[in-house]
């Protein structure tokens, strides 16, 4: 049962990169966050391509390693890095003016968008089982807008809710563009994860110039400073050690995807955690029985 392990592991960095990313972007600049953290993941990957290229004697993992490509597939990776990135600036700044404990729930909705693309595209029809899935997934999330709303959080007319909804939506079409790219081009994982990480920093400068450009020349009311906190220099580093003991667990030949997805998504215990212990946030239980909601509707997806 190492999968099994493993896959608790990557729960456990996944949700605390969710709780870095919210220690990092409150009270925060987001585009300098942003371009800093994508910076350290494009640094990690681009010592171990230099030593995979000028030091073939030294071995990596062979989860580490990173195969070459041709001009095509940096296109398609280049692709992914837009969507990724337009995925991660719309959940930074929700997750900047949305409490910890409902930002993450909406996050972990994902599996239900991966599915209804799944149905509008590649023409995939749930079963019966999966449609109560969908049922329990979406009676949740309306119980948690309802929670939300004794915190002055209107899913309906509220921004940022809005803005996690098109992030999740975005990391749906992401895992499905995936698929494209592992099973269609048949590129391995290390060989995704290191290239998309590289073509994320020319991605973010845009954003983190027009932020620069503010603070010379914009209104004081405008000007946000940034603070490089020790958890910006965290957020890429959790979020390649979930990635790898993911992509691990699924290697196991004696994995399930059913269990796998599902208990990954369970990250979201830790956001539910970290926001009744550190940031004093409220409604605790009635949101962890949302979440709770949304589990079960993905474990029921992924049968």
């Known amino acids: 049962m190492s999968w099994m392990i493993l896959t608790l592991v990557s729960a456990l960095m996944l949700g605390l990169y969710d709780v870095a990313k919210k220690v990092s972007v409150r009270g925060n600049a987001v585009p300098m966050v942003l371009l800093?953290?994508?910076?350290?993941s494009a640094i990690i990957w681009t010592v171990m391509l230099l030593v995979q290229t000028f030091l073939p004697s030294i071995k990596f993992p062979r989860l580490l390693e990173v195969d070459a490509i041709d001009g095509i597939e940096h296109l398609a990776l280049a692709a992914k890095a837009v969507l990724v990135g337009a995925s991660w600036i719309l959940a930074f700044f929700s997750l900047k003016n949305l409490p910890l404990s409902i930002a993450a729930p909406i996050r972990a909705t994902s599996p239900l968008w991966t599915l209804f693309i799944a149905i509008?595209?590649?023409?995939?029809?749930?079963?019966?089982?999966?449609?109560?899935?969908?049922?329990?997934?979406?009676?949740?999330?309306?119980?948690?807008?309802?929670?939300?709303?004794?915190?002055?959080?209107?899913?309906?007319?509220?921004?940022?809710?809005?803005?996690?909804?098109?992030?999740?939506?975005?990391?749906?079409?992401?895992?499905?563009?995936?698929?494209?790219?592992l099973q269609e081009f048949g590129l391995r994982p290390a060989t995704v994860q290191a290239w998309f990480s590289v073509y994320l920093v020319p991605v973010m400068v845009p954003l983190a110039l027009r932020w620069y450009r503010v603070q010379q020349h914009g209104a004081p009311e405008k000007q946000i400073r940034f603070e490089l906190r020790t958890s910006v220099l965290l957020i890429s580093p959790l979020l390649l050690s979930a990635d790898m003991a993911y992509f691990s667990a699924l290697a196991d030949p004696d994995a399930l995807i059913s269990i796998v997805s599902p208990l990954r998504r369970s990250s979201v215990v830790v956001a539910l955690i970290f926001g009744s212990r550190m940031a004093g946030e409220v409604?605790?239980?009635?949101?962890?029985?949302?979440?709770?909601?949304?589990?079960?509707?993905?474990?029921?997806?992924?049968i």
Request: aromatic share 10%; hydrophobic share 60%; proline share 2%.
């Open 36 to 40: 800093v953290s994508v910076s350290v």
């Open 120 to 181: 509008v595209f590649l023409t995939e029809r749930p079963a019966p089982l999966q449609w109560i899935g969908i049922a329990v997934v979406l009676g949740s999330f309306w119980a948690l807008s309802l929670v939300g709303a004794k915190e002055g959080i209107r899913f309906r007319t509220d921004r940022a809710v809005w803005w996690m909804i098109v992030a999740t939506v975005l990391g749906a079409c992401s895992s499905v563009y995936d698929k494209l790219l």
């Open 283 to 302: 409604n605790i239980f009635h949101k962890a029985a949302c979440v709770l909601g949304i589990l079960t509707g993905i474990v029921l997806l992924m």
